[in-house]
């Protein structure tokens, strides 16, 4: 494997190259690069789910086509090569430029898609991309980069537009983070490894934890909500950070929502049997979720805790009180396991929901269930989260483009209480450098006023301001 200077000093010759390419000759890489990880989803699938052994393969199948067929759909139309926008008003002319090499994390919970869509974003906007994956899923991320790669290349890419580190570890990325040649860092994985991108001095576009709160109120359809739920919290067994993680319901309907998630095949643990599953399912010492069951399916996580399940259960719950490290399930766990609140009203029920994207999801994502305006507008501005969702499954509508028009992708922004610099579903404009030509325009009022009464003390602000207007 080559050297961090070596894999830079590629990336810049490469990035060179790529700015001699029109928006026709881009346009036709991307669609290649497209259709090659189109056609091989299913294999790539297979091998992300082989190789990490979380998920299920079918699930991982889809989420490959999401960030292939949707995010080329999404992107195919934008211009990113020279003039993009002309405004004839304020006579501003928007031009976009590449940023240079960028260093691309993958994570072990979606390798091969997520591979996929940063691949597309950046030969989108002519950024040369570096690859470095979890060691976990190192070879089918390795295989997807070649098949990008291959078909980048012969659609006309420059050599070494896209490189992966084939036996990757923490120092060489650490390396290549803090690299001066270093355009940008997508990051996109562990907590440890996004806030180590922030502190290497290389600008980075980063990630948040999603420990996503459902409400479902009393307009709800109480089955149609449940029904999915359950779509969403099984997908991948849950390993996506948007999955929702917790129910919060009124004690009024809580009768009726529990019968319809038993009648749809959800299992309510006994306090034994959560004590049993929070002990495996959550790292205290850490206090995060424990790997063990990432991604894992009921019957796995339920012999992991020696607890006994019917064949047939979707998703574990658990009634809880409160939200805290001494209640282990109450943070995020990326597997089909699910918090379950009963609150008085209303307001203490969007309280509870605000609590808990506190513990460890501020910013990300958070669902409500109902046909009421007035709640749903109470809801959206209590909580702190970049996407809140309305009768739409978690994990596919914060994705994008499936259930909604978010842009579709598999690096989603929690702005500031996330710590990361923006709310954005991050695609090709995160990528682009945006240069702006100004051409001369006379603002009129300001020409005719005498300057110098600025520097005079005794005019007053609003003196000022009706010598500012008084010519309109």
Known sequence: ????????????????????????????????????????????????????????????????????????????NQKTVGIISEDSASGIIEMARP?????????????TSTTIFKILIAMKTRNPLIISSNTVAKNCVGETSRVCYEAAINAGAPEHCIQWLTKPNLMTTKELMSHPGLALILATGTGDLVKASYSSGTPTIGVGAGNVPVYIGASADIPFAVRTILMSKTFDNGSICASEQAIV???????????????QKAYFLSLEEITKIGGIAYDKERGIMATAVVGQSVQRISEMADIQVPQDTKVLIAKLDKVSRDCPLSAEILSPILAFYVEEDFEKAIERCAEITRFGGIGHTAVIYSNNPERIEYFSNALDVAR???????????????????????????????????TDNISTRSLLNIHRICRRRTNERWISIDQNKYLDETFTGQQLEREYHKNT
């Open 1 to 76: 494997m080559a050297r961090p200077d070596e894999i830079i000093q590629r990336a810049k010759k490469a990035a060179l190259e790529f700015k001699k390419l029109d928006q026709k000759q881009t346009d036709e890489i991307v669609r290649a690069v497209y259709l090659a990880a189109m056609n091989d989803r299913v294999h790539l699938a297979r091998m992300a789910a082989e190789e990490t052994s979380l998920g299920i393969w079918q699930h991982k199948v889809i989420k490959n086509v999401i960030a292939s067929q949707l995010v080329y759909e999404h992107i195919k």
């Open 99 to 111: 940023l240079g090499p960028i260093l691309a994390l993958i994570p072990v919970i979606n390798p």
């Open 249 to 263: 319901v009124k004690k009024g309907i809580a009768e009726k929502v529990i019968e319809e998630f038993k009648k």
């Open 388 to 422: 809140i969702l309305v009768n739409t499954p978690s994990t596919q509508g914060a994705l994008g483009g499936m259930f909604n028009t978010l842009p579709p992708s598999f690096t989603l922004s929690c702005g500031s209480g996330g710590k990361n610099s923006t």
